[in-house]
T-cell receptor
Framework: DGGITQSPKYLFRKEGQNVTLSCEQNLNHDAMYWYRQDPGQGLRLIYYSQIVNDFQKGDIAEGYSVSREKKESFPLTVTSAQKNPTAFYLC????????????FGPGTRLLVL | QKEVEQDPGPLSVPEGAIVSLNCTYSNSAFQYFMWYRQYSRKGPELLMYTYSSGNKEDGRFTAQVDKSSKYISLFIRDSQPSDSATYLCAMSETGANSKLTFGKGITLSVRP
């Protein structure tokens, strides 16, 4: 059963702490994306990766970091430099970077303690 | 002017109503247009996908694109309570490295 999984479903971060959100896909897609969704706002692109070992900053990359060591995995780290991290984080993938159709995971809700 | 504007809502309709959801955009280079449906606390799911101008129908859903007016619509016929969700429009330019630009989404509630 192909799809995108994200874990955990809920994540709590303390002040000054780095946290990592997991995103895995078994769709054999080349491109993967991380978005942030805030209430009343559309999805904003944080980082994207077109291929393994390569990634680019999106519109709101400050305070975040990513890696793409495997095709199926694209973890997102929310660093302590991100001063307003409370949001719903969505991972997506597409067949390749030139394909417009993106498929989304179930999301991770990050809350600050 | 934001690149993609979507009516903020929320929108509440009785069961069986015809629903019209709309987005306008400013970037004339957009060629691909999508509608995503997002249930509460879930990830968005692709509902409709259209290239360039024209209509596309899938069951109770019709997507319409008018590039001359930079306006896209999603029509839902015979709306059901299960259609209650947030609807996001998204669009992109053509070619490699094209990124999706999303509207803010509109929350629809269909009353039984």
């Amino acid at each position: 059963d192909g799809g995108i999984t994200q874990s955990p479903k809920y994540l709590f971060r303390k002040e000054g702490q780095n946290v990592t959100l997991s995103c895995e896909q078994n769709l054999n897609h080349d491109a993967m994306y991380w978005y942030r969704q805030d209430p009343g706002q559309g999805l904003r692109l944080i980082y994207y990766s077109q291929i393994v070992n390569d990634f680019q900053k999106g519109d709101i990359a400050e305070g975040y970091s990513v890696s793409r060591e495997k095709k199926e995995s694209f973890p997102l780290t929310v660093t302590s430099a991100q001063k307003n991290p409370t949001a719903f984080y969505l991972c997506a993938s597409s067949i390749d970077a030139g394909t417009e159709t993106q498929y989304f995971g179930p999301g991770t809700r990050l809350l600050v303690l | 002017q934001k690149e993609v504007e979507q009516d903020p809502g929320p929108l509440s309709v009785p069961e069986g109503a015809i629903v019209s959801l709309n987005c306008t955009y400013s970037n004339s280079a957009f060629q691909y247009f999508m509608w995503y449906r997002q249930y509460s606390r879930k990830g968005p799911e692709l509902l409709m996908y259209t290239y360039s101008s024209g209509n596309k129908e899938d069951g109770r859903f019709t997507a319409q694109v008018d590039k001359s007016s930079k306006y896209i619509s999603l029509f839902i016929r015979d709306s059901q309570p299960s259609d209650s969700a947030t609807y996001l429009c998204a669009m992109s330019e053509t070619g490699a490295n094209s990124k999706l630009t999303f509207g803010k989404g509109i929350t629809l509630s269909v009353r039984p």
